[in-house]
């Protein structure tokens, strides 16, 4: 009986001694497997998506296996197209970026203290400062603004500036804010080299305002000899003579006038228009102005009406508002295609007078109503009519200068009415 025992234990020991040996087996398996699952996963950890887990028999094993294979393969598609875009992301900053560098603008990029972060080479040439020496730097170390300037990177607007490296040249600077995420203001900076304009700008100014004088002084010349003409200083004159002596006359003050519409153009430019403000009254001084364009309008067989009503005073300058109103007048002769009548109105409204001139002829077309102000836009051409396009655009200017303004209604073949507002003070 004790030997059965005996043998029996012996038996259970073998037994066990089996299967533990099996599960060794089976655990060795299992933690080199996991180790080869370790490596791979290090191996892609580290970027490397070339390894994968070779097949197994095992079906658990296998599934595990084709799990992750599938993944290192999604993987590397990924990483080839996260290199195809990073490829083709640097190509489209190079293009960019030599785009920038071959404006003939220089362009900076800085924050709200004024340092600058990025510049293009235009700019470190202008400032005398190689490469990257630039960044970190404020640009006050470069620049200078005007004296009586307060800078507002908000608000910089074609602003002269004066660049100490660059001091022959002049430039101007605009700025625009960056708009980016990160609650960090920063702006750009463009600086323009506006030299060649300014030279342009110069001689056509200087070259105007010395033709415009040189031209004053034989039209001035000749409207004292026609006026001696007409006075008889030089002997009679018959009355055929006469009317072509008074056309001339009528000619030469419209040269005088169109003359001296570009020399003040140009003024408006340099200085603004000063004013000499009066107190006028309106019904009399309209009447001086149609008595003397009552020549002009009777050649084209056009009467020019104006229906009086209270005797309204406004503040402005005699001259330049008979110089508006005269414009006003001589255009609606000049562009009208009838010999329809030609009105002028006063009129009161809430804080304003109106002064309206309106005629019955060709009208303005719809496409033209919105430039007819516009510096040098002009409809004489169209009608074979002499005219610097400067007439409405200086008119503008002057009610301008006055605080008010000037409209104008049009409907083609039917009326135009130009309608002056002025403030009442």
């Given at each position: 009986?004790?030997?059965?025992?005996?043998?029996?234990?012996?038996?259970?020991?073998?037994?066990?001694?089996?299967?533990?040996?099996?599960?060794?087996?089976?655990?060795?398996?299992?933690?080199?497997?996991?180790?080869?699952?370790?490596?791979?996963?290090?191996?892609?950890?580290?970027?490397?998506?070339?390894?994968?887990?070779?097949?197994?028999?095992?079906?658990?094993?296998?599934?595990?296996?084709?799990?992750?294979?599938?993944?290192?393969?999604?993987?590397?598609?990924?990483?080839?197209?996260?290199?195809?875009?990073?490829?083709?992301?640097?190509?489209?900053?190079?293009?960019?970026?030599?785009?920038i560098n071959s404006l003939s603008d220089g362009i900076l990029i800085i924050n709200e203290q004024m340092i600058i972060l990025r510049a293009t080479p235009k700019v470190t040439d202008w400032f005398g400062v190689k490469g990257t020496n630039i960044i970190?730097?404020?640009?006050?170390?470069?620049?200078?603004?005007?004296?009586?300037?307060?800078?507002?990177?908000?608000?910089?607007?074609?602003?002269?500036?004066?660049?100490?490296?660059?001091?022959?040249?002049?430039?101007?600077?605009?700025?625009?804010?960056?708009?980016?995420?990160?609650?960090?203001?920063?702006?750009?900076?463009?600086?323009?080299?506006?030299?060649?304009?300014?030279?342009?700008?110069?001689?056509?100014?200087?070259?105007?305002?010395?033709?415009?004088?040189?031209?004053?002084?034989?039209?001035?010349?000749?409207?004292?000899?026609?006026?001696?003409?007409?006075?008889?200083?030089?002997?009679?004159?018959?009355?055929?003579?006469?009317?072509?002596?008074?056309?001339?006359?009528?000619?030469?003050?419209?040269?005088?006038?169109?003359v001296q519409i570009v020399l003040d153009t140009y003024k408006i430019k340099d200085g603004g228009i000063k004013l000499k403000r009066e107190n006028i009254l309106l019904n009399a001084f309209i009447d001086k102005i149609i008595s003397e364009t009552a020549?002009?309008?009777?050649?084209?067989?056009?009467?020019?009406?104006?229906?009086?009503?209270?005797?309204?005073?406004?503040?402005?300058?005699?001259?330049?508002?008979?110089?508006?109103?005269?414009?006003?007048?001589?255009?609606?002769?000049?562009?009208?295609?009838?010999?329809?009548?030609?009105?002028?109105?006063?009129?009161?409204?809430?804080?304003?007078?109106?002064?309206?001139?309106?005629?019955?002829?060709?009208?303005?077309?719809?496409?033209?109503?919105?430039?007819?102000?516009?510096?040098?836009?002009?409809?004489?051409?169209?009608?074979?009519?002499?005219?610097?396009?400067?007439?409405?655009?200086?008119?503008?200017?002057?009610?301008?200068?006055?605080?008010?303004?000037?409209?104008?209604?049009?409907?083609?073949?039917?009326?135009?009415?130009?309608?002056?507002?002025?403030?009442?003070?």
């Amino acid at each position: 009986m004790s030997y059965i025992l005996n043998l029996s234990i012996i038996l259970v020991f073998l037994i066990l001694f089996l299967i533990t040996r099996r599960m060794n087996r089976r655990w060795d398996k299992i933690n080199d497997y996991l180790g080869t699952v370790t490596n791979t996963v290090n191996s892609i950890r580290y970027g490397d998506l070339t390894k994968k887990i070779e097949k197994l028999e095992h079906p658990t094993y296998q599934n595990v296996t084709d799990s992750i294979n599938r993944m290192v393969e999604t993987l590397n598609d990924r990483e080839k197209m996260i290199t195809e875009y990073q490829t083709e992301l640097m190509r489209q900053n190079k293009l960019l970026e030599s785009v920038i560098n071959s404006l003939s603008d220089g362009i900076l990029i800085i924050n709200e203290q004024m340092i600058i972060l990025r510049a293009t080479p235009k700019v470190t040439d202008w400032f005398g400062v190689k490469g990257t020496n630039i960044i970190g730097r404020n640009i006050l170390e470069f620049i200078q603004f005007d004296e009586d300037y307060t800078i507002n990177l908000n608000r910089l607007n074609a602003k002269d500036i004066y660049i100490k490296h660059t001091s022959t040249r002049n430039f101007i600077i605009s700025s625009i804010k960056l708009t980016i995420d990160d609650n960090k203001k920063r702006f750009i900076l463009i600086i323009k080299d506006v030299t060649t304009e300014k030279e342009i700008e110069t001689l056509k100014e200087d070259f105007v305002a010395t033709l415009t004088h040189d031209l004053k002084v034989p039209i001035v010349a000749e409207a004292n000899i026609l006026n001696f003409l007409l006075d008889g200083k030089f002997g009679d004159i018959n009355d055929k003579q006469k009317f072509a002596l008074t056309n001339m006359v009528t000619s030469n003050k419209e040269l005088l006038n169109l003359v001296q519409i570009v020399l003040d153009t140009y003024k408006i430019k340099d200085g603004g228009i000063k004013l000499k403000r009066e107190n006028i009254l309106l019904n009399a001084f309209i009447d001086k102005i149609i008595s003397e364009t009552a020549v002009v309008a009777g050649q084209s067989h056009i009467k020019i009406n104006f229906k009086k009503s209270r005797d309204i005073k406004v503040t402005a300058d005699p001259l330049q508002l008979e110089r508006v109103i005269k414009n006003l007048l001589n255009n609606a002769i000049y562009h009208s295609n009838t010999e329809k009548d030609i009105d002028i109105k006063i009129g009161e409204i809430p804080n304003f007078i109106t002064i309206s001139v309106i005629d019955y002829g060709q009208g303005i077309p719809k496409k033209d109503i919105g430039m007819i102000f516009n510096k040098y836009y002009t409809a004489a051409k169209k009608f074979r009519k002499i005219g610097t396009g400067l007439g409405l655009y200086l008119s503008q200017q002057i009610i301008l200068a006055h605080g008010g303004e000037i409209t104008v209604e049009s409907e083609e073949n039917v009326r135009t009415e130009f309608c002056i507002k002025l403030p009442l003070f």
